[in-house]
Nanobody, 121 residues
């Protein structure tokens, strides 16, 4: 069992930065790949980024590549999403998820409650 709690969202101007955190409880955090997803109003939830169990590999959606960085600290049971050069189209609720398979964004086993990110133009 893993409980995930996101934080760090907020309102930021275009071009700004935010760092999201996802704190996990439970002793099984390090057995999961972790992912970030987002859902904008009226749109389906979409994949943003993923990281392998020990952080050796990462994967990004084309829309965020070069601007966002996913990382994790297994000692702190936390995964991060550093978001730079934010655009209004990045506005969404951001969710973290524990993935059974790094290569499969649909393999989310546990999900957080989400944190709102709003980018003003």
């Amino acid at each position: 069992q893993v409980t995930l709690v996101e934080s760090g969202g907020g309102l930021v101007q275009a071009g700004g930065s935010l760092r999201l955190s996802c704190a996990a409880s439970g002793r099984s955090f390090s057995i999961y790949a972790m992912g970030w997803f987002r859902q904008a109003p009226g749109k389906e939830r979409e994949f943003v980024a993923a990281i392998t169990r020990i952080g050796a590999g990462t994967n990004y959606a084309d829309s965020v590549k070069g601007r966002f960085t996913i990382s994790r600290d297994n000692a702190k049971n936390t995964v991060y999403l550093q978001m730079n050069s934010l655009k209004p189209e990045d506005t969404a609720v951001y969710y973290c998820a524990a993935l059974k398979r790094f290569s499969d964004p649909r393999s989310g086993d546990y999900w957080g409650q989400g944190t709102q990110v709003t980018v003003s133009s």
